[in-house]
């Protein structure tokens, strides 16, 4: 757990609320990924906020709320956006650092092997290359591909 929050939350949906609600205003607020953000979403970050609760809860809980086709949703923006690898860097970056401040290690570790998992493939499905990516001080700094 880091040192700026001395009281993880819980792993419930009023947590992963709070975690996608976070996470995603850093992601705005980022030079490198807010503009890819914001031209994929524009104006609809609300029900793009919904949907990532439902989708992280569907994920880490069970809830079976979310459907859709993460995979295909993603790829079919890679033609027409400006994603590089960088970006996968970046935002594995950011997760990281939310998870570990909200949440118990153990909690924190299961988001990020989940979003190492689905970085690797929307990676795929962007650049024709599975990437792990590397890891040092809780930061992604490299990827290899696998």
């Known amino acids: 757990m ?9 792993l419930d949906r009023d947590g992963i609320q709070r975690l996608v609600h976070d996470f995603y ?5 980022d030079g490198e990924l807010g503009p890819i953000f914001e031209a994929a979403i524009g104006a609809h970050w609300t029900p793009h906020l919904d949907r990532m609760v439902e ?8 809830t079976h709320s979310f459907r ?3 995979f295909g949703k993603h790829v079919a923006l890679a ?28 909690v924190a570790e299961e988001f990020q092997r989940t979003a190492h998992g ?7 499905g962007f650049f024709q290359q599975f990437a792990h990516f590397v890891m040092q001080d809780g930061e992604a700094v490299d990827y290899v591909a696998v």
């Open 2 to 10: 880091n040192d700026t929050s001395p009281t993880p939350i819980a």
């Open 79 to 106: 033609e027409t956006s400006r994603v590089e690898p960088r970006h996968f860097l970046r935002w594995i970056t950011l997760w990281h650092r939310h998870t570990g401040r909200l949440f118990e290690a153990e």
């Open 25 to 29: 205003a850093d992601v705005r607020r």
């Open 118 to 124: 689905i970085g690797r493939n929307l990676f795929y």
């Open 68 to 70: 859709g086709n993460v």
């Open 55 to 62: 989708f992280w809860s569907t994920v880490m809980l069970g």
